[in-house]
């Protein structure tokens, strides 16, 4: 049975030589050591070219060749891109993106809800203040749709869930529908996920690559009309790696004062952003590879920009996400390639997490779970099946046991059994084997340079 779509038949180029993937394992290595040394949380510690889908790709009969096997059979001309400064195209104008605290957010979202309030007196700079708090505002809600991990504090010390609501309140009109669409859309969904409560880490999950960190501040701060939205540069549309056709479309990268280099999604390719809320391949491919967690949240492999498990309680999980550099955690999860032990966060705190109870859910429904494996440093990263950069989808797996495991220190944990379904193509030694290609490990390495603009 298949789930999702139709898998796509895929030929298998030629197995690439050990000194091939002698080499390719090298420069990864470089690049990631590169990476973690010059940046903080936001630097990419793994991965390079990648196998692109598309919301419509699985209806066109035509099925073109992907990136692994252009490269491997010299499709689009000689393996390796074109330097990251030579485009032809210039930069599309700035747009407009949340890079401000979820305080900020909370803060802007509240201060325009009040310029709505039945009866408030009116002021000369109502119309500037408005225009600029709503753009403030979606720009915000476009983050918490697409890419912010929801946690308790947003509830606990924000009141998200409270300013949320004020939208459906009588005592302001004149709120465009859409905002309230939105903020309704979310108050529910992080309804149903427990604003994060059990979901602060897990045991198999414990890098971050991408995205920003949420640190929130106190929800009292003041904030003027504007705060927290900057006018990002995009890259050119016909640029080799943040292009249309590059390893990063959908993502966009600049310099923060704080974090360093930090990657967002596009706003203006929201529209081709999968949902990630679907049991089975969903459009994908196993050995379909993206450079960063964030590029997989935008192809619909996985819904969380940072955290291993995406699911619901009453879905089961949809994917996980198995970090190579979960080396604290080796005396317990463990990764047999074709069968894998996962680990949640400790007994007492994961008991109640929705990653836990999506993963028992799945065990119960049998339903697939989509696995991605991601590179890491270490003992662990040398592990045969683990991508020498990057992250890696390389199927659908089963849940089919859960146990405690204790460590050596007393800490106990769940831990679940995962097998991969028969008859998916290619097998998982053939993924192993092409992904990533020489090629995605080189577009890899350029990705720190950024792009025109980009002020990195």
Same mark, same amino acid.
Request: one cysteine or more; glycine letters at 10%; charged letters at 20%.
């Given at each position: 049975?298949?789930?999702?779509?139709?898998?796509?038949?895929?030929?298998?180029?030629?197995?690439?030589?050990?000194?091939?993937?002698?080499?390719?394992?090298?420069?990864?290595?470089?690049?990631?050591?590169?990476?973690?040394?010059? /940046?903080?949380?936001?630097? =990419?510690?793994?991965?390079?070219?990648?196998?692109?889908?598309?919301?419509?790709?699985?209806?066109?009969?035509?099925?073109?060749?992907?990136?692994?096997?252009?490269?491997?059979?010299?499709?689009?001309?000689?393996?390796?891109?074109?330097?990251?400064?030579?485009?032809?195209?210039?930069?599309?104008?700035?747009?407009?993106?949340?890079?401000?605290?979820?305080?900020?957010?909370?803060?802007?979202? #509240?201060?325009?809800?009040?310029?709505?309030?039945?009866?408030?007196?009116?002021?000369?700079? $109502? $119309?500037?203040?408005?225009?600029?708090? #709503?753009?403030?505002?979606?720009?915000?809600?476009?983050?918490?749709?697409?890419?912010?991990?929801?946690?308790?504090?947003?509830?606990?010390?924000?009141?998200?869930?409270?300013?949320?609501?004020?939208?459906?309140?009588?005592? !302001?009109?004149?709120?465009?529908?859409?905002?309230?669409?939105? /903020?309704?859309?979310?108050?529910?969904? !992080?309804?149903?996920?427990?604003?994060?409560?059990?979901?602060?880490?897990?045991?198999? $999950?414990?890098?971050?690559?991408?995205?920003?960190?949420?640190?929130?501040?106190?929800?009292?701060?003041?904030?003027?009309? &504007?705060?927290? %939205?900057?006018?990002?540069? =995009?890259?050119?549309?016909?640029?080799?790696?943040?292009?249309?056709?590059?390893?990063?479309?959908?993502?966009?990268?600049?310099?923060?004062?704080?974090?360093?280099?930090?990657?967002?999604?596009?706003?203006?390719?929201?529209?081709?952003?999968?949902?990630?809320?679907?049991?089975?391949?969903?459009?994908?491919?196993?050995?379909?590879?993206?450079?960063? @967690? *964030?590029?997989?949240?935008?192809?619909?492999?996985?819904?969380?920009?940072?955290?291993?498990?995406?699911?619901?309680?009453?879905?089961? /999980?949809?994917?996980? %996400?198995?970090?190579? &550099?979960?080396?604290?955690?080796?005396?317990?999860?463990?990764?047999?390639?074709?069968?894998?032990?996962?680990?949640?966060?400790?007994?007492? %705190?994961?008991?109640?997490?929705?990653?836990?109870?999506?993963?028992? #859910?799945?065990?119960?429904?049998?339903?697939?779970?989509? %696995?991605?494996?991601?590179?890491g440093h270490g003992a662990s990263h040398r592990k045969w099946v683990v991508p020498a950069c990057g992250i890696r989808y390389d199927g659908l797996y089963q849940v089919t046991g859960k146990e405690v495991v204790q460590q050596s220190n007393g800490d106990r944990w769940f831990r679940?059994?995962?097998?991969? *379904?028969?008859?998916?193509?290619?097998?998982? @030694?053939?993924?192993?084997?092409?992904? =990533?290609?020489?090629?995605?490990?080189? $577009?890899?390495?350029?990705?720190?340079?950024?792009? =025109? &603009?980009?002020?990195?």
């Amino acid at each position: 049975m298949q789930y999702g779509v139709p898998l796509r038949t895929r030929v298998i180029p030629p197995r690439r030589s050990p000194q091939m993937l002698a080499n390719a394992l090298a420069m990864a290595q470089n690049v990631q050591a590169s990476a973690s040394e010059n /940046a903080g949380p936001e630097t =990419p510690v793994g991965g390079a070219a990648v196998v692109e889908t598309s919301t419509t790709d699985t209806a066109v009969a035509d099925v073109q060749p992907t990136a692994m096997e252009s490269a491997i059979s010299g499709v689009n001309g000689a393996p390796g891109s074109p330097s990251i400064r030579q485009t032809s195209e210039p930069a599309e104008a700035p747009i407009e993106v949340w890079t401000g605290s979820p305080s900020d957010g909370v803060s802007q979202t #509240r201060h325009l809800v009040v310029l709505y309030r039945v009866g408030r007196p009116p002021r000369p700079s $109502d $119309d500037r203040d408005i225009a600029t708090y #709503r753009r403030s505002v979606r720009a915000f809600f476009f983050w918490l749709e697409s890419e912010a991990v929801i946690r308790p504090s947003f509830q606990d010390r924000l009141h998200l869930d409270q300013v949320l609501s004020m939208f459906d309140q009588p005592g !302001f009109q004149g709120i465009p529908e859409d905002l309230r669409t939105t /903020a309704r859309a979310l108050r529910q969904r !992080f309804d149903e996920e427990n604003w994060g409560r059990g979901d602060e880490g897990y045991a198999s $999950d414990t890098s971050n690559d991408n995205g920003t960190p949420v640190s929130p501040a106190s929800s009292t701060a003041v904030s003027r009309p &504007g705060q927290g %939205v900057s006018n990002i540069r =995009p890259p050119p549309p016909n640029h080799p790696i943040y292009g249309r056709d590059g390893i990063m479309h959908g993502v966009i990268c600049y310099r923060s004062p704080r974090r360093g280099i930090t990657y967002k999604l596009n706003p203006a390719y929201g529209h081709q952003k999968v949902n990630a809320a679907v049991i089975g391949h969903n459009g994908l491919i196993p050995g379909d590879w993206w450079p960063l @967690q *964030m590029v997989a949240l935008f192809r619909g492999a996985h819904g969380k920009s940072q955290g291993g498990i995406f699911g619901s309680v009453s879905m089961g /999980a949809y994917s996980i %996400v198995v970090s190579g &550099g979960s080396a604290m955690y080796r005396e317990i999860d463990d990764d047999h390639g074709n069968v894998l032990y996962y680990s949640t966060d400790s007994k007492g %705190v994961a008991s109640s997490s929705v990653g836990t109870q999506a993963l028992d #859910r799945s065990r119960e429904t049998r339903e697939p779970v989509r %696995v991605l494996r991601r590179a890491g440093h270490g003992a662990s990263h040398r592990k045969w099946v683990v991508p020498a950069c990057g992250i890696r989808y390389d199927g659908l797996y089963q849940v089919t046991g859960k146990e405690v495991v204790q460590q050596s220190n007393g800490d106990r944990w769940f831990r679940y059994t995962l097998r991969r *379904m028969l008859n998916q193509q290619p097998d998982l @030694q053939d993924i192993v084997g092409h992904s =990533p290609t020489p090629r995605q490990i080189n $577009d890899y390495g350029q990705i720190k340079d950024g792009y =025109p &603009g980009a002020a990195i």
